[in-house]
């Protein structure tokens, strides 16, 4: 007899909607590569460390080998298989290629979500802990300037192990510089 405690989510990714069962106990990654089998999206530390599984959700980043796939019930997920248009890619996508921010290629997707979230974020005007370190005035109107300091300080929680960093800043700096055109 199988005692596991199963729950239906109603959850759009990518842009398509699902109705699916899931156990309790699984994980938004694990739905995303062993259900949905979009397997773009890496396990890297499974512990919410490297960055590695990041997609967003609702508009928000996380990383998804901590989100409970039923926390996502009705929400929309989009992993890095969504962010180009068919066949064009986003111009973060075209940065990293053009910058070479990429080196083994395991942590691109999740640098390339979070790079997303973050020109996103910062267009909003949201904050990070360097905004406060330069002009109070305009980290308080939040038109801080996207500076190295600023990406780097953003884009914390993603690791590379194969150390592409200064290409990955020089990337998104390229995709800000195109967002704002």
């Not at 500076?147 to 780097?152: P, V």
């Amino acid at each position: 007899m199988d005692t596991t405690a199963r729950h239906d989510i109603d959850v759009t990714v990518n842009g398509v909607p699902y109705r699916l069962s899931v156990d309790v106990r699984t994980t938004l990654l694990d739905l995303l590569r062993e259900q949905l089998r979009l397997t773009g999206t890496k396990k890297g530390c499974d512990h919410g460390l490297c960055g590695a599984c990041t997609v967003a959700v609702d508009d928000e980043r996380i990383v998804s080998c901590l989100a409970l796939a039923v926390s996502i019930d009705g929400s929309s997920v989009t992993t890095i298989e969504g962010l180009a248009a068919g066949e064009e890619l986003s111009p973060v996508q075209e940065a990293f290629l053009s910058h070479d921010a990429f080196q083994c290629g395991y942590c691109t997707p999740g640098q390339i979500s979070s790079a997303h979230a973050l020109l996103r974020e910062h267009a909003r005007g949201d904050l990070s802990a360097v905004s406060f370190d330069g002009d109070r005035r305009e980290a308080l109107q939040g038109c801080v300037p996207l500076t190295e300091d600023e990406i780097r300080e953003r884009m914390a929680g993603n690791i590379c192990r194969c150390g592409a960093y200064s290409n990955i800043v020089e990337a998104i700096a390229q995709a800000a510089t195109a967002a704002a055109t």
